[in-house]
């Protein structure tokens, strides 16, 4: 069925607007408030599903509005930090005539002061997230440089040993400075398995379901 004459007429104007170099700016910030919406439902409500369902008490309502609302909270604040970011950018680079290194910086630093600032569970894991990343990275350009001596051999297994022995040690004799969704997951791998009563609750279910 073929759109209406009107719709077509809107469609053609529509586009002959996005390929205008002049709004290039403008329309890059609604695209990038676009992807950062769809990309932050993407990854947070597997996530949010999965650890809802698993380790979370409660109605099956009150689980899928748990996970609607750590999905909205994840989306809408990378939306918004995408946004101010990309803003933040062109506008250093239209006051200065030219792009810095500095201002991809300053525009990131004053997006996540203004989006990320709240100490609530969803922006503590992107923080978590990013920041491991960010170690890897620092680590890899300080080599680049020539800051640091690269490596004779692989230092992957190291940090490996290194980070698993502290988190373990943290888990059993500082539990509380832990995000409580990797407690959560490492009272159910380390804990939970030292309790059964039955085959029911060895190998079918981690705990024994009440009697009725």
Request: aromatic residues 14%; charged residues 15%; hydrophobic residues 45%.
């Amino acid at each position: 069925m073929a759109a209406p004459p009107q719709l077509r007429t809107l469609i053609l104007a529509v586009n002959a607007l996005l390929r205008k170099r002049r709004y290039h700016a403008a329309l890059a910030l609604l695209k990038g408030f676009r992807n950062g919406a769809v990309y932050g439902a993407k990854i947070r409500a597997p996530h949010a599903l999965v650890m809802t369902f698993l380790f979370r008490n409660g109605s099956l309502w009150e689980k899928l509005r748990a996970v609607l609302q750590a999905t909205y909270i994840h989306s809408r604040n990378l939306a918004c930090f995408v946004f101010t970011y990309k803003g933040l950018c062109a506008l250093q680079s239209r006051i200065q005539g030219k792009t810095y290194q500095v201002h991809s910086f300053l525009a990131a630093f004053l997006g996540g002061l203004l989006v990320f600032r709240e100490n609530n569970n969803i922006n503590s894991q992107v923080n978590m997230y990013v920041l491991s990343r960010v170690l890897f990275a620092l680590s890899r350009l300080a080599v680049e440089k020539g800051y640091i001596p690269e490596p004779k051999w692989d230092p992957f297994p190291v940090v490996t040993a290194v980070v698993w022995g502290l988190v373990l040690w943290l888990f059993e004799y500082h539990r509380p400075t832990l995000q409580p969704s990797l407690q959560s997951s490492m009272t159910y791998l380390y804990e939970d398995s030292n309790v059964w009563h039955d085959i029911s609750d060895f190998l079918i279910y981690n705990k024994s379901r009440p009697s009725k």
